[in-house]
């Protein structure tokens, strides 16, 4: 569910010089948004996206092999002062894509705000609408901090509609991560990416480890 759904969510960039296009994929063991586990399992998670020095946009997924289907469109614009403003709009695939009513749709559409400064990074998100289908009741807030240090980050996440169980404004997503390369070839290593998360409004905590290529 989300575009920048972790923190080291990077994908692997396959273009030449002139192209602003690049497209890669995450493999993860299973897929945490904001606390929250979404589907069963490991989950392949592809990018495609167009960049710019002012502009970025694309399409992010996240598929798992038993049945969950998630195709999320976003784009951003890079403001001065190391501001971004975008907007995302989720999408389940298993839905209808046309349904747009309140009852059962199946896009939530959300507002993204972001800053950084050295190694902190702040963001600030609402979902505009109410969307049943996919679980938004529109006001959903959510908002995070994380600090990079040099070998690991430290992060702190709180929300409430869609991200909390009860609907009310919590702490839902408190972790830390850290990411290393395994050197495969002298010219080709893979990022490997691990995050211990705890949900406390869940109860809840996960392990997880991934790879970019």
């Given at each position: 569910m989300a575009v920048l759904l972790m923190p080291f969510l990077t994908g692997y960039s396959q273009e030449t010089e002139k192209s602003n296009f690049s497209a890669g994929a995450d493999f993860y063991s299973s897929y945490i948004f904001r606390g929250t586990k979404y589907g069963t399992g490991p989950h392949v998670q592809?990018?495609?996206?167009?960049?710019?020095?002012?502009?970025?946009?694309?399409?992010?997924?996240?598929?798992?092999?038993?049945?969950?289907?998630?195709?999320?469109?976003?784009?951003?614009?890079?403001?001065?002062?190391?501001?971004?403003?975008?907007?995302?709009?989720?999408?389940?695939?298993?839905?209808?894509?046309?349904?747009?009513?309140?009852?059962?749709?199946?896009?939530?559409?959300?507002?993204?705000?972001?800053?950084?400064?050295?190694?902190?990074?702040?963001?600030?998100?609402?979902?505009?609408?109410?969307?049943?289908?996919?679980?938004?009741?529109?006001?959903?807030?959510?908002?995070?901090?994380?600090?990079y240090f040099k070998y690991f980050s430290l992060f702190l996440g709180a929300g409430n509609g869609w991200h909390t169980s009860d609907n009310k404004f919590n702490v839902c997503n408190a972790g830390l991560g850290t990411s290393v390369k395994i050197k495969i070839t002298e010219s080709f290593s893979i990022p490997v990416i691990g995050q211990v998360i705890f949900n406390p409004e869940r109860e809840k905590m996960y392990i997880v480890v991934g790879f970019t290529l």
């Open positions: 592809p990018l495609i996206k167009f960049t710019s020095d002012l502009f970025t946009a694309g399409g992010w997924g996240s598929f798992d092999f038993n049945g969950y289907q998630e195709a999320d469109l976003f784009f951003s614009f890079n403001l001065p002062a190391g501001f971004t403003l975008g907007m995302t709009d989720y999408y389940l695939a298993d839905l209808d894509y046309f349904d747009f009513s309140n009852f059962s749709g199946s896009h939530a559409y959300e507002i993204n705000g972001g800053f950084t400064k050295a190694g902190l990074t702040l963001s600030a998100n609402c979902i505009l609408n109410e969307a049943g289908g996919i679980g938004s009741q529109g006001g959903d807030l959510y908002f995070q901090g994380t600090y």
